[in-house]
């Protein structure tokens, strides 16, 4: 059993940089990944970055690689999303999600958005002049 809470988000214009972070509470002993999530008005939600257990394992969809990173501080219980060179499109209220792992070893990458267990409830991040 996890809780989740973003935070971070707010406004920034195009090219700036701001940093998601995703504080877990509950079972957090256990194994688990955690995904950054996006969904902008009138559009389904989609996948931005996961990573596993350890900051050994991440995932980073197309139109975010190179300009994000994703990494977790296990001692804070927190997961963290970098994101550099915003552009308008990534306007969007971004939410952290949970999945409980079977083993450490396990790979985020190939779960979908249905299949996690946990969600926070957004952080907007607007990119606009």
């Known amino acids: 059993q996890l809780q989740l809470v973003e935070s971070g988000g707010g406004l920034v214009q195009p090219g700036g940089s701001l940093r998601l972070s995703c504080a877990a509470s509950?079972?957090?002993?256990?194994?688990?990944?955690v995904g950054w999530f996006r969904q902008a008005p009138g559009k389904e939600r989609e996948g931005v970055s996961c990573?596993?257990?350890?900051?050994?394992?991440?995932f980073y969809e197309e139109p975010v690689k190179g300009r994000f990173t994703i990494s977790r501080d296990n001692a804070k219980n927190t997961v963290y999303l970098h994101m550099n060179s915003l552009k308008p499109e990534d306007t969007a209220v971004y939410y952290c999600?949970?999945?409980?792992?079977?083993?450490?070893?396990?790979?985020?990458?190939?779960?979908?958005?249905?299949?996690?267990?946990?969600w926070g409830k957004g952080a907007l991040v607007n990119v606009s002049s």
């Open positions: 999600a949970a999945i409980m792992l079977d083993s450490v070893l396990t790979y985020c990458a190939g779960y979908t958005k249905n299949q996690y267990d946990f």
């Open positions: 509950g079972s957090t002993e256990d194994y688990y990944a």
């Open positions: 990573i596993g257990n350890s900051n050994t394992s991440t």
